[in-house]
């Protein structure tokens, strides 16, 4: 990167969220809260990809819907035990607490949901995708991103949604092959 174009003193430095634009899992993630590390958070992400994303910093706990065919699964409030879910926090057995579903208002996990479909048929996802939010601390949602290739680990948040309303792994497999198979 040309740090001739990228001057820190001309950014209005707002809580910022730095990462590669074509990474999943938190992979050159980081949260910054000074401008002075800026640069190096800049750095860190550029090591991954050769764009990096700049997003300001919303306040608040992570949520999730994952979304099968036409039918929007219960929302997942990710609860990091380090308060930022990165790549350990994701893939480390014990290091996030998962509420699922949500405790979270009914008019908000209605709209969260809404929203979520939305976004999925929006971008003409067919057969299942999930849908990542940020809520703030005013109870305002964000769309952050939406997931069409989920991962199905055993820390994975798709199967933990599915067997939330008794969906097992291999029946949660087997209906994504036949949605599948039906487009």
């Not at 969906?167 to 209906?175: R, V």
Request: charged share 25%.
């Amino acid at each position: 990167m040309d740090r001739k174009i990228f001057n820190t003193n001309n950014y209005n430095f707002k809580k910022s969220v730095i990462k590669p634009n074509k990474q999943g899992s938190s992979v050159g993630f980081s949260i910054v809260d000074n401008q002075d590390k800026i640069v190096s958070a800049l750095d860190f992400a550029l090591n991954y990809d050769s764009h990096a994303l700049v997003e300001e910093y919303i306040e608040g706990n992570e949520i999730t819907v994952s979304v099968l065919g036409d039918k929007v699964l219960p929302v997942i409030e990710i609860k990091p035990h380090s308060n930022v879910y990165d790549y350990k926090s994701k893939y480390t057995k014990g290091e996030t607490d998962y509420i699922c579903p949500a405790k979270l208002h009914e008019s908000t996990l209605k709209a969260i949901q809404d929203t979520a479909l939305k976004v999925h048929n929006l971008l003409d996802c067919k057969v299942y995708s999930r849908v990542d939010f940020r809520l703030d601390t005013n109870n305002k949602f964000w769309f952050l991103e939406i997931n069409t290739l989920p991962g199905m680990t055993e820390t994975s948040l798709f199967p933990m949604a599915a067997k939330s309303i008794g969906l097992s792994f291999e029946d949660l497999i087997d209906k994504i092959i036949k949605l599948s198979l039906e487009k």
